[in-house]
Every structure is written in structure tokens, then in C-alpha cells.
């Protein structure tokens, strides 16, 4: 594909600067950074005058192609990318009449309708010696991650199995992702709540309490601690959790911290709502409140928090969120949000005064990419990496709602949010895959990326 681009008179944003220039990319990488950069007949031509040119951002939390749920490959990756998304890392969801590796090939056909680049973290749900060899096959399938539960039944793996699989995935160059809630007592909980008849949706969040997540996110950290794993908590929602997190940090723990938008934005007062609303809000762990928000917020300027993640996961009202009105344990959990994650942090981060433009870039691109062994392919504004890029308007606004959205739901939880900042141009590779809120884009289009095992090609201090 012999093609060239020219994104003009643009401020260009990295994780360390703004700064005024042009970029080329030719055939898919990014070639030249510039004050100037002379016309040559490229094929493409942008004028980025008063715009923002972003890295594209890099999802690490999606749920896609999940059974039940609305959003396939190619429509959720659609979805993404009208948000600024480039690259996703996707879950797989084993099956237990295959092997992790058997799943992982399954995944990555599926994925084929992608738009935009993709790669998995490999959700393992058990622990014996077969499961510890495939974490060492894992980095040669380009999947250097995994996910362990602490928490739901069905996927759950007990202390001695957390302490194996994270040994393991340490001797094997794999970062383990955590779902850190203690799931035990949960389930206790649930239990009483439901035999006491406190079945509306408010419930989800007092069954699953702030302290059970920081007691999981302590626990797994000790034995991080023990194992030298490098450890990633995704979704940290509470003050409680961060606290547990900074005590691991503070003592060397090689920890990262990810929240999702919809901790940052949201609260626990959605699940009060009327319960034909507040099912639509039923994520693990749970919104928690204005106090929760706020001290993440300051957790991503002390570096605690290093990425954001959507935890895109599409599930339907009819059919699916609409079974927990009367029981809140029939809901399916998790929250459909990939289209939005850029304007949301640009709104509420970077405009209402938050987070520097650096820091927006570090933390949905920048970091994501070192922390998975995708930089400096991804997630940098760098001569050499692939040219995926955001061309941003900050004088347009955009109204959030789900008549415009891409994501296949039949609602939007952020119905009506009118926010600063508006998504020009989506590139991915050189080639325009969004224009002005339209998809252009073909299905297809996106490529499987073999991740580098952790550490194995950082450049701290890079851009
Ligand atoms: O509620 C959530 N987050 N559902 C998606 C699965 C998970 O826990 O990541
Ligand atoms: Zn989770
Ligand atoms: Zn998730
Ligand atoms: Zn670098």
C-alpha cells in the first residue's frame, strides 16, 4: 500500500509535549515530524490549522465478540475508531472444552472483521501444569498478557492458583491483569441481599463494597510481591483500592493502575435511578461516588493510575440489562462506552482543567503501549512508528447520544453529555478510516499484532 499523507499547520501532542508541526507518513509509518514539510503530491492532504493531532488512542480493556452482546469485531472496532481508538486489546473468553491456545486461534479469527489493529490479553481461568506450559507458548502467539479473576464464580482462581500463574507468567515475559474484588464474600453478600429482598439495582454496588476491592487488590500485590510478576489491576474504581495500590508501589511493587472512564464521570447515584434506568449502569466494581472520582483523578497526576481503559462490553437492554430490574443479579455486568473514552478525558480532563494534554496522550496511548509491548509501533508520535493519529477540533462541540453512536446498543450511559471537543479525522496507518463522525474504514483492514514481551523494548524517556 503505497501511500502518502500530509497532516499540516496541526499541534502535534505527545506524552512530554505540545508542539506546532507537520507530519508525513508514507506507506503506513510516520516519516517525517517538521516545522514545514513541502508538498510532494501525496495522496492525502490535511489541514490540521488550530487542531490537536493525537497519537490514536489504545483500548486495553474491551470486551468484544462476546456472545450475547451487540458489538462483533467489525462494528465494535467501527465504534472505537469514531472515538479516536486505534488499537484495542481484546479478552478472550475461554471455553473449557478448549485449551488457552485452542481459544486464543478461535479469537484471533473472529477478530479478523476488525477495522483497526487488535491484539488479546488471554483470560485463564484454571491452573494446572498443561495451563502453566501454555503461558510460556503465549508471547510466541504475540500475546504477552494475561487476566486472572478474583471475583465471578465461573472464572475465579484461588490464592495458590494466583500465586502459580503469576510465577509463571513472570519466567514467561507475560504481564498478569487482575480483576481484584474479593468474590468469596461477595457472594456471601449477594446471598443476604437477595434473602432479604434487596433486589434493586443499588444493591449490585452494596454487595460489592470498596474494601473487598482493595482487600483483593492488596492481596494479589503481596503475592506480586512475592512472585516479582509485573502486575496490572485493571478497573480500580475506589479510594479504597488506590490506597492499597500506593502502599504496593510505595514498598517497589511493579504494579500498574487502570481506571475507566465511567469511574471518572459517573457515580453511584445513577444506580438509584429508577431501576428501568439504573440496570443499565450495573458494572463490577461498581460506580462509586463524587469522593471515589476525584481522588482518581489525582491518582493520574501521581502517575498511580497509568491507563484508562474502556471495559467496552456491549450487552443488550432488551434481553440482557432489563433482567435485572427485578434482581439485580440477573444484569449482565460491564458497561458500553469504547466510542467515548477520548472526548470524555478531553472534556472532563483536559478542558474542565484536570489533566494536561501530555498527560491525556500518556495515559490512552503512550503507556498502554510500553505497558503491552507495543511501543514504539504505538501509542507515540515518533519517525518510525505506525501513523495512526487523532485530528482533533477543540472549538467544536459534541453532543453524546445514542441516535449518532457507532457501539451497537440500544442505549448510550452517557445519554445527552454535551462536550467539548470534537473527532475530525481518525488515520489509522496512514489511511483515513473516520471523516467527520462518518466511518470510512473497511472491515477487515485490521491487523493482528504480535506484542513484544514486557520490558523487551522499552525506551523510558522517550516520547
Ligand atoms: O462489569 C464488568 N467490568 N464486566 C466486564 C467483565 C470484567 O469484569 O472485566
Ligand atoms: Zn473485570
Ligand atoms: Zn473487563
Ligand atoms: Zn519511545
Avoid at 496507518?429 to 477487515?444: A, D, H, L, W, Y
Wanted: hydrophobic content about 35%; glycine content about 8%; proline content about 4%.
Amino acid at each position: 500500500d503505497k501511500m502518502a499523507t500530509i497532516i499540516q499547520k496541526g499541534t502535534l501532542v505527545t506524552a512530554s509535549e505540545t508542539l506546532r508541526a507537520d507530519l508525513k507518513i508514507d506507506n503506513g509509518k510516520i516519516s517525517m515530524i517538521s516545522d514545514q514539510i513541502k508538498e510532494e503530491n501525496e495522496d492525502i492532504i490535511i489541514d490540521a490549522t488550530n487542531k490537536y493531532v493525537f497519537p490514536g488512542l489504545i483500548d486495553p480493556h474491551t470486551h468484544l465478540g462476546i456472545e450475547g452482546t451487540l458489538d462483533d469485531f467489525e462494528s465494535g472496532t467501527k465504534a472505537a475508531a469514531s472515538g479516536g481508538v486505534t488499537t484495542v486489546i481484546n479478552f478472550t473468553d475461554p471455553n473449557n472444552s478448549q485449551t488457552f491456545l485452542e481459544d486464543l486461534a478461535e479469537w484471533r479469527e473472529k477478530a479478523k472483521s476488525s477495522i483497526i489493529d487488535y491484539g488479546f490479553h488471554s483470560i485463564i481461568n484454571k491452573c494446572n501444569s498443561a495451563v502453566l506450559e501454555e503461558i510460556y507458548k503465549l508471547p510466541d502467539e504475540g500475546v504477552t498478557s494475561i487476566k486472572l479473576f478474583m471475583a465471578y464464580k465461573e472464572n475465579m482462581v484461588n490464592d495458590e492458583e494466583l500465586y502459580l500463574l503469576m510465577k509463571a507468567a513472570k519466567q514467561a515475559g507475560v504481564v498478569t491483569n487482575i480483576h481484584a474484588e474479593n468474590g468469596r464474600v461477595i457472594d456471601q453478600l449477594i446471598d443476604e441481599a437477595l434473602n432479604n429482598n434487596n433486589t434493586d439495582p443499588i444493591n449490585h454496588a452494596c454487595t460489592r463494597p470498596p474494601g473487598l476491592e482493595a482487600e483483593a487488590v492488596a492481596r494479589a500485590l503481596r503475592i506480586a510481591e512475592v512472585t516479582e510478576a509485573p502486575t496490572y489491576i485493571v478497573h480500580i474504581s475506589s479510594e479504597e483500592a488506590m490506597e492499597e495500590f500506593i502502599r504496593a508501589k510505595e514498598r517497589g511493587v511493579q504494579a500498574f493502575g487502570e481506571t475507566c472512564p465511567q469511574y471518572l464521570v459517573l457515580n453511584e447515584n445513577y444506580l438509584k435511578k429508577d431501576a428501568k434506568e439504573a440496570v443499565k449502569y450495573i458494572c463490577s466494581p461498581p460506580l462509586r461516588t463524587l469522593k471515589d472520582q476525584k481522588i482518581l483523578w489525582n491518582n493520574i497526576n501521581s502517575e498511580m493510575i497509568s491507563t484508562i481503559g474502556s471495559d467496552h462490553a456491549s450487552h443488550p437492554y432488551l434481553n440482557g440489562k432489563e433482567n435485572g430490574i427485578d434482581n439485580f443479579t440477573k444484569a449482565p455486568n460491564g458497561l458500553p462506552g469504547i466510542e467515548s473514552t477520548l472526548l470524555l478525558l478531553y472534556h472532563y480532563g483536559v478542558y474542565e482543567g484536570r489533566i494536561t494534554l501530555p498527560k491525556l496522550v500518556e495515559i490512552t496511548s503512550r503507556n498502554p503501549a510500553s505497558i503491552f509491548g507495543l511501543h514504539p509501533r504505538k501509542g507515540c508520535l515518533k519517525v518510525g512508528s505506525d501513523g495512526d493519529v487523532v485530528i482533533f477540533d477543540p472549538s467544536k462541540s459534541t453532543v453524546i447520544s445514542k441516535e449518532t453512536q457507532k457501539q451497537g446498543t440500544e442505549y448510550n450511559i452517557y445519554e445527552g453529555m454535551e462536550l467539548q471537543g470534537s473527532i475530525d479525522y481518525v488515520l489509522s496507518r496512514g489511511e483515513i478510516i473516520v471523516k467527520e463522525n462518518e466511518v470510512v474504514g473497511t472491515s477487515g483492514r485490521g491487523k493482528y499484532l504480535f506484542r513484544n514481551k514486557f520490558n523487551e523494548f522499552s525506551d523510558e524517556g522517550g516520547q
